[in-house]
């Protein structure tokens, strides 16, 4: 009879070894793009954090498979930070959100940013898919920088924001622009044919995610003057509160993808468990 721990532990070790895989592609990345990624941004814990999520939402992947998942959301990070943290006026935010929706469109790149973006294009379109649903792709990069440069007004004129307004905007997470980049480049057909329907499951994870990352960042966030849903005048508690009511939803939402493919749906599931799991917060 087969052990179930040892047979429990080497899938561990797998998904661990498949993470450090991951890793290795990340950090050359980042030797690629000049000044994207400064050491004190990106310690070897950012790369660690990133790609072991991405290899135990999708264990039976192979690093290849996961290569356009991990670069998109390394690539998320580095665009949150040169809006969050380099930016500091309006007019700069919005001149990276043309350049990199511009990119996107085809144009040529005139920086490290717009450079990965177009990396990144460019290996989603070896697919050939990737002409047909290019729109969903270029509509959710969209989505995420839009949150992205909205977030950068709210702390720059201290808006006061409701708990539910603040995750009307959970598309500056960039998790959903993550998934149908991921989607795009390694989905079956079943998940191919209905992106435009995960992109709105995609999206309810993402709120809950949203507010998960607040939960695990507050006192970071509060340090380097940066929105957090915690310093919006709701406890703890009204947020954990919120997040289990996402969870749920969230889990209502995959149940029905699970017969059209089951991977897919098992993807979902397990962002939201390794996540609040690696974090320590559950809801």
């Given at each position: 009879?087969?052990d179930?721990?040892l047979?429990?532990?080497?899938?561990l070790?797998?998904?661990?070894?498949l993470?450090?895989?991951?890793?290795?592609?990340l950090r050359?990345?980042?030797?690629?793009?000049g000044?994207l990624?400064?050491?004190?941004?990106f310690?070897?814990?950012?790369?660690?954090a990133?790609t072991?999520?991405t290899?135990?939402?999708?264990?039976?992947?192979?690093?290849?498979?996961l290569?356009?998942?991990?670069?998109?959301?390394?690539?998320?990070l580095a665009?949150?930070?040169l809006?969050?943290h380099?930016?500091t006026t309006?007019?700069?935010?919005d001149?990276?959100?043309?350049e990199?929706l511009?990119?996107?469109d085809?144009?040529v790149?005139?920086t490290?940013?717009?450079?990965?973006l177009?990396?990144?294009?460019?290996?989603?379109?070896t697919?050939?898919?990737?002409?047909?649903?290019r729109?969903?792709?270029?509509d959710q990069?969209?989505e995420?920088?839009?949150?992205m440069?909205r977030?950068?007004?709210?702390r720059?004129?201290?808006?006061?924001l409701t708990l539910?307004?603040?995750?009307?905007?959970?598309?500056s997470r960039?998790?959903?622009?993550?998934?149908?980049s991921?989607?795009i480049?390694?989905?079956d057909?079943?998940?191919?044919?209905?992106l435009e329907d995960l992109?709105?499951?995609s999206?309810?994870v993402?709120?809950?995610l949203?507010?998960?990352g607040?939960?695990?960042?507050?006192?970071?966030d509060m340090?380097?003057?940066?929105?957090?849903v915690?310093?919006?005048?709701v406890?703890r508690?009204?947020v954990?509160?919120a997040m289990?009511?996402?969870a749920?939803?969230?889990?209502?939402?995959?149940?029905?993808v699970?017969?059209g493919?089951?991977?897919?749906?098992a993807?979902?599931?397990?962002?939201?468990g390794?996540n609040?799991?690696?974090?320590?917060i559950?809801?």
């Amino acid at each position: 009879m087969a052990d179930d721990g040892l047979d429990e532990a080497f899938e561990l070790g797998r998904t661990c070894a498949l993470a450090a895989e991951c890793g290795r592609d990340l950090r050359r990345c980042a030797q690629m793009y000049g000044g994207l990624f400064p050491a004190a941004a990106f310690g070897a814990e950012s790369y660690a954090a990133l790609t072991l999520s991405t290899a135990f939402s999708a264990p039976w992947a192979s690093a290849e498979r996961l290569k356009v998942a991990n670069r998109a959301a390394l690539w998320v990070l580095a665009v949150d930070r040169l809006v969050d943290h380099t930016a500091t006026t309006r007019e700069q935010v919005d001149r990276l959100i043309r350049e990199c929706l511009s990119v996107a469109d085809g144009a040529v790149p005139r920086t490290a940013a717009t450079r990965f973006l177009a990396d990144l294009r460019d290996e989603l379109d070896t697919v050939k898919e990737f002409g047909e649903l290019r729109w969903i792709w270029r509509d959710q990069l969209a989505e995420t920088l839009t949150g992205m440069g909205r977030a950068w007004v709210w702390r720059d004129t201290r808006a006061v924001l409701t708990l539910e307004r603040f995750l009307d905007n959970a598309d500056s997470r960039g998790s959903c622009f993550v998934d149908v980049s991921h989607w795009i480049y390694t989905a079956d057909d079943w998940a191919r044919t209905h992106l435009e329907d995960l992109r709105a499951v995609s999206r309810q994870v993402q709120r809950y995610l949203h507010l998960l990352g607040d939960m695990a960042s507050y006192r970071r966030d509060m340090s380097w003057g940066d929105l957090n849903v915690l310093a919006l005048g709701v406890s703890r508690a009204e947020v954990t509160e919120a997040m289990a009511a996402l969870a749920r939803q969230a889990a209502g939402l995959i149940e029905p993808v699970r017969a059209g493919s089951p991977r897919t749906a098992a993807y979902l599931r397990r962002q939201i468990g390794f996540n609040a799991g690696f974090v320590g917060i559950s809801g």
